[in-house]
Structure formats: C-alpha cells, structure tokens
C-alpha cells in the first residue's frame, strides 16, 4: 500500500520542495495552501506527470472546521495519512516587542501554534487506530536562540519545539514518531525582503556562507517523516549551514 503524506502550506517554498521530495520517495501527496491556487494546481500536475497520486486542498490551518473538512477529503481521495508535515506558518516584517499590535500577536499564533494543533489533532485518531504514524513540525533557529525583532515568530517557533518534545512522549506508546525540522536561514520568499546588505551579513555569520535551499529543508523533513528514522522521536534537527551550533 502507498503511504500518503499531508503538507500544509505546500504551495511554495519548503512545503513545495518537500512535496516533491515525498513524491520522488513514492509517497501520496495532499497539498495543502491558503490562496495560491494556481501555484498549488501546477504543483499537483507536476507531480501527477511524473506517476504520483496528489491532489491540492484549499483550507486556512488556523480555522478547525477547514482542517476537519480538509482530511475528510484527503482520507476519501488518497486514504489514511501515514505523515503529516505541519509546515504552514508566516513571520511577520521585523518588529520590535513594544510596536506589536495585538492583532498581529494573535495572528502569528494562530497560524504557527494553532494550526499546528489542529492538523495533529485532526490525525491522531486514524495513525492511533494504525498504529502507524509520523509528524514532522517545522520550527526555526528563532525558536532555539530567539530572534531579536521577531518576538511572537520566535515564541511559537519554540513552542513547536516543546510541543513536538511532549507529544512525542505522549504517543510514542500508539506508534507514532514526532519529530521536529529547525531551519536556519532560508532562500524563500519568505525572506524575499532581504537587502544585499542583510544578506552579506547573514553569510558572514554562517559557516557555509550561504543561504539554505528549500530543497535541503525538504530531504530533512523527508528523513524524519519516512521509516529510515523509524527509531527517533522527539529531536529537533537544525539544518542551518552552521549558523547556531
Ligand atoms: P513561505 O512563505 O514560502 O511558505 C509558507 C507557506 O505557508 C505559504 O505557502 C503560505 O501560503 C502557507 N500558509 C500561511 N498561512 C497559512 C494558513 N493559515 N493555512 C495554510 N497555509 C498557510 O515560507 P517558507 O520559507 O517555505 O516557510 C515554510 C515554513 O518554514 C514556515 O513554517 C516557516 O516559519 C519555516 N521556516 C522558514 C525559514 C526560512 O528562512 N524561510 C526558516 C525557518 C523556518
């Protein structure tokens, strides 16, 4: 039986690159995005070109219902989720704690922590009833170190981090491993907003002297989500050119 893999903000950047990862890996895809519908369709076709079962899913991971409704689809057109990649998530332009508007606070959380808790929540039931299951969550080096100017970004980066720690205790007794992906600084356009200047600066401070790709990000989350890391659960790992050691 093929494995089928559910990647929330798959449209682009890492979520693209590990839908196509899991792909080439001979998974089931279930691409999940917000608004970028066409980036979400041509993807689909790609992937369907090359021989691969995908199909795209139009919900916001911060509404329930939209995620409930979402793996229902998923389940009737692809089958049970075997891995959930829990990817979505938005920083917001650098800003210091005391301009924050709560609006925006909350925004941040719903979207990195909320939506996170409920795409696990939503697949737990069926990879417990399996027991079979893996889920990768997508965390950052912000939620290692902190990031000066990103305050709410890097806290629910480090809440990803505890949450993939205690779920990983909580259900590894039902057979399913939960990892966690902290990348360093990436080349997506999530970091579109990157002065020449900011990046030289980013480049002095790493080791490998460059960006990451999200082609890198991707093979890591692939790694953990697959049966190759059959026996790690609970680890972080920070793909990040050497930028924190
Ligand atoms: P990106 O902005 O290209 O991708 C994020 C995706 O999430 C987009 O497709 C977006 O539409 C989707 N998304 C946003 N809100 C959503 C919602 N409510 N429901 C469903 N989908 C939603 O950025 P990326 O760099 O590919 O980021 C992917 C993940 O990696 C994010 O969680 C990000 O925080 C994390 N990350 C990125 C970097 C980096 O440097 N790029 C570093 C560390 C961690």
Redesign the pocket.
């Known amino acids: 039986m093929k494995r089928t893999v559910w990647i ?10 590990a839908a196509r990862a899991f792909a080439r890996d001979g998974y089931q895809v279930a691409v ?5 519908h066409e980036a979400a369709q041509a993807l689909v076709q790609e992937l369907c070109e090359a021989g691969v079962r995908a199909a795209a899913y139009s ?5 329930r219902s939209q995620v409930d409704q979402m793996l229902a689809q998923i389940e009737a057109d692809l089958g049970g989720v075997d891995v959930l990649v ?6 917001i332009p650098l800003t210091r704690l005391v301009d924050y508007t709560e609006e925006k606070w909350d925004r941040v959380f ?3 922590i909320k ?1 996170m808790f409920h795409c696990t929540q939503a697949v737990l039931p069926g990879m417990t009833a399996r027991h079979h299951g893996a889920i990768v969550n ?5 939620g290692i170190t902190g990031g000066p100017e990103e305050v709410p ?1 890097s806290a629910t ?1 480090g809440a990803v981090v505890t949450m993939t720690r205690s779920l990983a205790k909580e259900v590894g007794p039902d057979g399913i491993r939960v990892n966690c992906v ?10 579109a907003w990157l002065t020449p200047e900011a990046r030289e600066t980013i480049y002095a401070a790493t080791p490998l002297r460059r ?2 790709r ?1 082609e890198e ?1 991707a093979e890591a989350i692939l790694f953990l989500g697959s049966d190759r890391a059959s026996f790690i659960t609970g680890q972080i790992l920070s793909p990040n050119g050497g930028y924190v050691i």
């Not at 999940?32 to 970028?36: A, F, K, R, V």
């Not at 829990?86 to 920083?91: D, M, W």
């Not at 902290?182 to 970091?191: F, H, K, Y």
């Open positions: 929330t903000g798959a449209s682009r950047g890492i979520g693209a690159a999940n995005y917000l608004t970028q919900a916001d991971v911060s509404d829990n990817n979505a998530g938005i920083a719903r979207v990195n939506g997508v965390s950052s080096i912000w970004y980066k902290a990348p360093g600084i990436i080349d997506t356009d999530m970091n960006l990451g999200a990000i």
